[in-house]
């Protein structure tokens, strides 16, 4: 179940050179935390943050590698479904 948090009130504070707002609650409510990346979207007077979609590739694994297996997942997407059965 998530609480929904509405109507916030923070001071912005000086971090280092910059300007910063705590939020520590909210962003547990999206499931960000500390290390995460966000992505940050003005939208005219709002500022809008969700959790990073990007996913680093392990140490070998190449794009093409990549690729190359999404068009094998979807050229056997049958066979492998029934395989899951077995």
Known sequence: MSVVMNGMERKVTK???SLGVT????L??????????????????EI???KSQYV???KGISLDFL???HDVMNEYDETLKGLKDR
């Open 23 to 26: 939020m520590t609650d909210a």
């Open 15 to 17: 971090i280092g050179n």
């Open 28 to 45: 547990k409510q999206l499931g960000i935390n500390n290390g995460d990346t966000v992505k940050v979207d003005v939208r005219g007077d």
């Open 48 to 50: 809008v943050i969700k």
């Open 56 to 58: 680093t590739l392990p």
């Open 67 to 69: 690729d190359t297996l």
